[in-house]
T-cell receptor
Framework: RKEVEQDPGPFNVPEGATVAFNCTYS??????FFWYRQDCRKEPKLLMS???SGNEDGRFTAQLNRASQYISLLIRDSKLSDSATYLC???????????FGKGTKLSVIP | DADVTQTPRNRITKTGKRIMLECSQT?????MYWYRQDPGLGLRLIYY???????NKGEISDGYSVSRQAQAKFSLSLESAIPNQTALYFC???????????FGPGTRLTVT
């Protein structure tokens, strides 16, 4: 079983919409989680870190639910520039390796 | 200037050739990583290095080797390239005691 799983999408949403992605992880010992953003044929870029109770950065909110072993990313007031693939990432237990989900593709349409 | 650079950015090579991909960083990070990305498979770890004298195999190290020439340089070699090594290769770095990784722009490798 893949350690980090997410819906590949695509999610096609109109500008201004709110969209949410979920991701589940199987390694209950994972300590840290992240959302990365990847534009087509570009490198992944760190979008947000998600620790214990989650965090918010402008239009983006990430939540962590350890009991159910999932994390979420909420994007409010979607912009055309938010179109990208969003990678859910979890750390391994006791190591600094990261496990990447396959990504969820978002397309924001005018 | 980019903090993590990779050369070459694109490479086409033939089956059986030896090829080296290079990564340099100016972030001052001790930890460096090599990943490959294939459509539908996501990012997979090939090798990682926590300092110049520490090299570790990742999830898919067969057919690859690495060299950590200095804190700032980490090279990936394909000893005898085969077509199923056609992929997008990324180098990444991280600071000690943190999980956040920062990626280079990638090398698109095609093996014919």
């Amino acid at each position: 079983r893949k350690e980090v799983e997410q819906d590949p999408g695509p999610f096609n949403v109109p500008e201004g919409a709110t969209v949410a992605f979920n991701c589940t992880y199987s390694n209950s010992a994972s300590q840290s989680f992240f959302w990365y953003r990847q534009d087509c044929r570009k490198e992944p870029k760190l979008l947000m870190s998600v620790y214990s109770s989650g965090n918010e950065d402008g239009r983006f909110t990430a939540q962590l639910n350890r009991a159910s072993q999932y994390i979420s990313l909420l994007i409010r007031d979607s912009k055309l520039s938010d179109s990208a693939t969003y990678l859910c990432v979890g750390s391994g237990a006791g190591s600094y390796q990261l496990t990447f989900g396959k990504g969820t593709k978002l397309s924001v349409i005018p | 200037d980019a903090d993590v650079t990779q050369t070459p950015r694109n490479r086409i090579t033939k089956t059986g050739k030896r090829i080296m991909l290079e990564c340099s960083q100016t972030k001052g990070h001790d930890r460096m990583y090599w990943y490959r990305q294939d459509p539908g498979l996501g990012l997979r770890l090939i090798y990682y290095s926590f300092d110049v004298k520490d090299i570790n195999k990742g999830e898919i190290s067969d057919g690859y080797s690495v060299s950590r020439q200095a804190q700032a340089k980490f090279s990936l070699s394909l000893e005898s390239a085969i077509p199923n090594q056609t992929a997008l290769y990324f180098c990444a770095t991280s600071a000690d005691s943190t999980y956040e990784q920062y990626f280079g722009p990638g090398t698109r490798l095609t093996v014919t």
